[in-house]
């Protein structure tokens, strides 16, 4: 089923138990050569969330800022985008190119990610595909200006999330994750895929 919140759709259940497991697994191969780290903040702070990005381009921030970058911190190219992600753009995305970066967050029982919009890519026309796998996570989405009225809703294993139209430029955020809410993952938490176009 689609939902809508604060214009972003939300189709749930996208993907049955079969293509997350299958997913997951791709997302593993691209984590055993591009392994996650924690990235920091302008100020020094670290981000509770651990990255890694998949694409031509992967989506950096460190001391010097945020940008995309075609290499890892470590100095290797991003593997390649997964398939099963790439037909997942295509389902939904309503755009004929294909995402340059897919960032992967990882999200242990602890980790958030405040309100923030997504404005470091060329053009946004390009909507964000947004694929939620493991545990359940407490969405926020405001409005294209930031402190407005917020919604939320609990993105499950499966879900996608389109921000596109008049809703790419809007606030949004992870308030909190549901520990132990999915056996998908083994070790726990919550995968977050977000394909986009980035020039
Ligand atoms: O984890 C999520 O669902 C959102 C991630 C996000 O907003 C981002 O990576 O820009
Ligand atoms: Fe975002």
């Known amino acids: 089923m689609n939902v809508q919140v604060g214009g972003i759709v939300v189709?749930?259940?996208?993907?049955?138990?079969?293509?997350?497991?299958?997913?997951?697994?791709?997302?593993?191969?691209?984590?055993?050569?591009?392994?996650?780290?924690?990235?920091?903040?302008?100020?020094?702070?670290?981000?509770?969330?651990?990255?890694?990005?998949?694409?031509?381009?992967?989506?950096?921030?460190?001391?010097?800022?945020?940008?995309?970058d075609r290499k890892h911190p470590d100095g290797m190219e991003w593997p390649p985008i997964p398939p099963g992600a790439l037909d997942i753009w295509r389902a939904v995305s309503g755009v004929a190119r294909d995402p340059q970066s897919?960032?992967?967050?990882?999200?242990?029982?602890?980790?958030?990610m405040g309100m923030h919009q997504d404005r470091d890519e060329g053009d946004f026309d390009m909507p964000v595909v947004s694929v939620s796998l493991g545990d359940e996570a407490l969405f926020r989405v405001g409005g294209p200006e930031r402190g407005g009225k917020t919604q939320s809703i609990w993105l499950k294993s499966g879900d996608v999330a389109v921000m596109g139209g008049t809703a790419r430029l809007n606030f949004h955020g992870?308030?909190?994750?549901?520990?132990?809410s999915s056996a998908l993952l083994p070790k726990g938490g919550r995968i977050n895929l977000t394909m986009r176009v980035v020039e």
């Open 102 to 112: 897919c960032l992967i967050n990882y999200y242990d029982a602890d980790a958030r």
């Open 174 to 180: 992870i308030d909190r994750i549901r520990a132990g």
């Open 11 to 68: 189709h749930q259940e996208h993907l049955n138990a079969a293509d997350q497991a299958d997913l997951v697994e791709q997302v593993r191969r691209v984590v055993r050569s591009a392994p996650l780290y924690r990235p920091e903040t302008r100020t020094g702070r670290a981000m509770s969330v651990r990255m890694t990005s998949a694409g031509t381009f992967g989506w950096i921030s460190d001391r010097r800022g945020y940008r995309y």
